[in-house]
């Protein structure tokens, strides 16, 4: 599946998202190679050439989403799963946003375009997991449509060497 989207953030910054191509690769790797402490402070490093090279292989169980604005990709989203029968229908979904992009929108709006692909390859149920500290990505989600199913306590190590619990969120399409 193949899609192209203009969008204007909330700073009038137009992004075009699409979905991942293979040419896209070396940008996806300099937009993580880019992103600060903050942007990762709850992510799970590293993110190596290798990481990412993992990531965008089995596109046939994927929706990888990337955002591009001028000539580098700043926001990244991947819907994946496991291609097992009794897991048919269901993905974990995953969203990096370049800290230059942060509270413009870019969020909220690959989030909502990862979740109509994800309906119109006929989906049946999205899932995540975010850090309980993450306010604001938990607010994207639940304007998206994410319901909170439960909290596991202390899963979550973060670089303040302090456990955190983590929020687990899905929504049924």
């Not at 309906?119 to 449509?145: F, M, P, T, W």
């Amino acid at each position: 599946m193949s899609y192209d989207n203009n969008v204007i953030l909330r700073d009038s910054s137009r992004v075009l998202f699409s979905t991942y191509k293979a040419e896209d690769f070396e940008k996806v790797v300099k937009m993580f190679a880019s992103l600060s402490d903050e942007a990762l402070r709850w992510g799970t490093p590293p993110y190596t050439r290798e990481t990412i090279g993992r990531w965008t292989q089995d596109l046939e169980n994927r929706i990888i989403l990337v955002a591009h604005f001028q000539n580098r990709i700043v926001g990244y989203c991947m819907v994946h799963g496991s291609p097992r029968p009794r897991y048919r229908g269901i993905r974990d979904m995953m969203i990096y946003l370049h800290q230059d992009f942060q509270g413009k929108g870019l969020g909220t709006a690959m989030t909502s375009m990862a979740v109509r692909l994800a309906r119109e390859q006929g989906l049946h149920r999205l899932s995540l997991e975010v850090v309980a500290d993450n306010k604001i990505a938990i607010h994207v989600y639940e304007k998206a449509g994410f319901k909170i199913e439960g909290i596991m306590k202390d899963a979550f190590y973060g670089e303040d060497e302090k456990y955190h619990d983590m929020v687990i969120m899905s929504l049924l399409l």
